[in-house]
């Protein structure tokens, strides 16, 4: 635990420090190296990690398989996979009425959470890149503050 927050500060410390040199230069986002964006995003899932252990886990479980006709999975789902602009507006905003995931009929409600766009964010990735998810969305904060 105490090595897992070590290894937590020098990651915020190296994301820190790379949004620094960001800033210099607006058009960076699409030239930016993939290096430098795979371990953006490797930092986003880490966070996103205790995002999902603090808010997510009582309904969606901890291994991300939710509670079949009352809360639906996110490992495999064909829902998160297939609208990942509704998945982050659900993450951001709430969402109820009726969906399907995975040929099962939803039609219940979730709260909005109170997260932030960065918390938003940091959860999307680590649902994307969980429990065997590969779904290849690199969320930012700045895109969810565009929904
Ligand atoms: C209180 C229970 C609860 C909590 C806490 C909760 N959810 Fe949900 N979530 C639901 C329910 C219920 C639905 C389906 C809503 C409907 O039927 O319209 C849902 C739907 C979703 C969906 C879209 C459907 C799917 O399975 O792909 C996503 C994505 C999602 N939740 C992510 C999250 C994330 C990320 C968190 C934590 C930040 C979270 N949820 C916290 C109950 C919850």
Redesign the pocket.
């Known amino acids: 635990m105490k090595n897992l927050s070590i290894l937590g500060l020098l990651i915020l410390l190296f994301v820190s420090c790379n949004s620094n040199t960001k800033k210099t230069n607006a058009t960076v986002q699409n030239n930016t190296p993939v290096g430098q964006n795979k371990s953006k995003l490797k930092a986003s899932i880490e966070r996103g990690k205790m995002?999902?252990n603090d808010?997510?886990t009582?309904?969606?479980l901890p291994n991300g398989k939710?509670i079949p006709r009352?809360?639906?999975?996110?490992a495999d789902?064909d829902?998160?996979r297939d609208n990942q602009t509704?998945?982050i507006k659900?993450?951001k905003f709430g969402?109820?009425?009726?969906?399907k995931?995975n040929g099962i009929t939803?039609?219940?409600?979730?709260?909005p959470?109170g997260?932030s766009n960065e918390e938003v964010a940091d959860?999307?990735n680590y649902?994307n890149n969980s429990w065997g998810n590969s779904i290849d969305n690199f969320v930012t904060p700045e895109k969810v503050s565009e929904l």
């Open positions: 995002v999902y808010m997510c009582t309904c969606h939710g009352a809360f639906p999975p996110l789902s829902y998160l509704e998945s659900a993450v969402l109820s009425g009726e969906i995931v939803y039609n219940s409600m979730m709260a959470l997260l959860v999307m649902i």
